[in-house]
Every structure is written in structure tokens, then in C-alpha cells.
């Protein structure tokens, strides 16, 4: 019954910086990851960040220096910071998260998604 709510997106020119934040609602249990995934027209779905509850962080090489992702203190929120954006950085931003679940020795995958926010960059 996990839900997550993206809010943040918007358009701003080439420079600037927008936040993103996405929390989680419904029932709460330990989300393993969240991240974000972008998509922009005519591209595949791409992870731009993804952030573990312990802290370790992973960035595509296109937004390193760039963007930071972090983790609220309530560790089923997750934020976005993105600096000095580009017009490639164009696209919608959708919140992901990861539940893992071990059982018999197997460990069962749970994503989450939520309902995806434009960001757009232009002059």
C-alpha cells in the first residue's frame, strides 16, 4: 500500500536549481532504496540517483557535481537538488522505491513508483 508523491518540479532557465522531494504514504515499512528516474521524449526511462537507507548514494554520470540526493530524517522521504541544470536535464522525474524481502533463502523485489513530475529547463 505504498504510495509515493513527487512535488517540486517546474520550469526554470539553464543555471538554475530546482528541488525535488517524494514521500512515501500509506503503510509504512523499510524501503531498502529510493531514487529517482527521469525520462525525456524519445528516450528510455534512466536512473539519475539512488540512495540506500544506510546512506550510500549512486549518480549517473551525467548529473555527478551536479545533483545530490538525500534521504529525510524520516527515512521514507527522499529529496533531489539539482544545480546549474542543463536542457538535457529535461524531463519527467519519477520517485522509485525499493522493498527486499527475504524468505527460503529467496529475496523477493518490491518497486514502488510514483506519478512522475516535469521538469523543464529553457531560456
Known amino acids: 500500500q505504498v504510495q509515493l508523491v513527487e512535488s517540486g518540479g517546474g520550469l526554470v532557465q539553464p543555471g538554475e536549481s530546482l528541488s525535488l522531494s517524494c514521500a512515501a504514504s500509506g503503510t509504512i515499512f523499510s524501503l531498502n532504496t529510493m531514487g529517482w528516474y527521469r525520462q525525456a521524449p524519445g528516450k528510455q526511462r534512466e536512473l539519475v540517483a539512488a540512495i540506500t537507507s544506510s546512506g550510500s548514494t549512486n549518480y549517473t554520470d551525467s548529473v555527478k557535481g551536479r545533483f545530490t540526493i538525500s534521504r529525510g530524517n524520516a527515512k521514507n522521504t527522499v529529496f533531489l537538488q539539482m544545480n546549474s541544470l542543463k536542457s538535457e536535464d529535461t524531463a519527467v522525474y519519477y520517485c522509485?522505491?525499493?522493498?527486499?524481502?527475504?524468505?527460503?533463502?529467496?529475496?523477493?523485489?518490491?518497486?514502488?513508483w510514483g506519478q512522475g513530475t516535469q521538469v523543464t529547463v529553457s531560456s
Open positions: 522509485y522505491a525499493l522493498r527486499l524481502t527475504t524468505s527460503w533463502g529467496n529475496t523477493n523485489k518490491y518497486d514502488y
